[in-house]
């Protein structure tokens, strides 16, 4: 009786084990780069209903700030800098983002589908 409660609980453990790591993996990334005050891709195809880890890589030598109003975040990113941003889950749906530093010319939309 105690090997069987032994190897029940083993497997218990691994089975939770498998189902945490499976968990963790299910975010899709994404990845925005910010090049001559620009976003790239200016349009960001993400899937609808599923939390998604958005990486914004800096390429220029001066800061600049991810916002948006609709996915409510806002982060500054330094010269030659990367952050992760979580996004969702988002409905379908077009949510606009910019540069706040280079309102001009760093725009864009995240499109969930």
Known sequence: MKMLTSMLLRSAAAALALSCT??????????????NHRFEPAELKVPAG????LT????????????SHKLNREKIIPPGGKVVI????????KY????EYHEATAKGVVVAE
């Not at 599923?50 to 880890?53: E, F, G, H, N």
């Not at 979580?86 to 749906?93: R, T, V």
């Open 22 to 35: 499976v968990a963790l993996a299910a975010d899709p990334e994404a990845l925005l780069v910010i090049k």
């Open 50 to 53: 599923q939390r998604v880890k």
């Open 96 to 99: 606009e983002f910019f540069g």
């Open 56 to 67: 914004v890589h800096n390429q220029d030598g001066t800061a600049e700030e991810f916002e």
């Open 86 to 93: 979580f996004i969702g889950p988002l409905k379908p749906g």
